[in-house]
């Protein structure tokens, strides 16, 4: 386990000079422009700034709620706790809604 004050990403040179950014939540490599410029995980689907910014308020005794965390390893990206076998809230939405057709 990283540390939780290392950073959540890096963007180093990758094959041809592309710019890559490794998310180190999941591992993912993405190439996009997007991605890049706004350091976004399409795999975690969370933006790593964001990620520095609430560990910092985790880190000073602030609250979150793991489930907007959950990272494509299922860990939380602010406390790293293991999320494994939890329904996240769109999972808890399907199965409150009536089946098709009723």
Do not use: K
């Amino acid at each position: 386990m990283r540390p939780l004050w290392a950073p959540s990403c890096q963007i180093r040179l990758g094959p041809g000079d592309d710019a890559v950014l490794v998310c180190h939540l999941c591992g993912c490599e993405t190439r996009l422009p997007g991605d890049l410029e706004h350091r976004y995980c399409p795999r975690c689907h969370l933006f790593h700034e964001n990620v520095m910014i609430g560990r910092r308020l985790v880190a000073l005794g602030g609250t979150h709620d793991c489930g907007e965390w959950r990272t494509a390893r299922h860990r939380c990206a602010l406390c790293d706790r293991d999320l494994a076998g939890t329904l996240t809230a769109g999972e808890l939405e399907a199965m409150n809604e009536p089946p098709e057709g009723r």
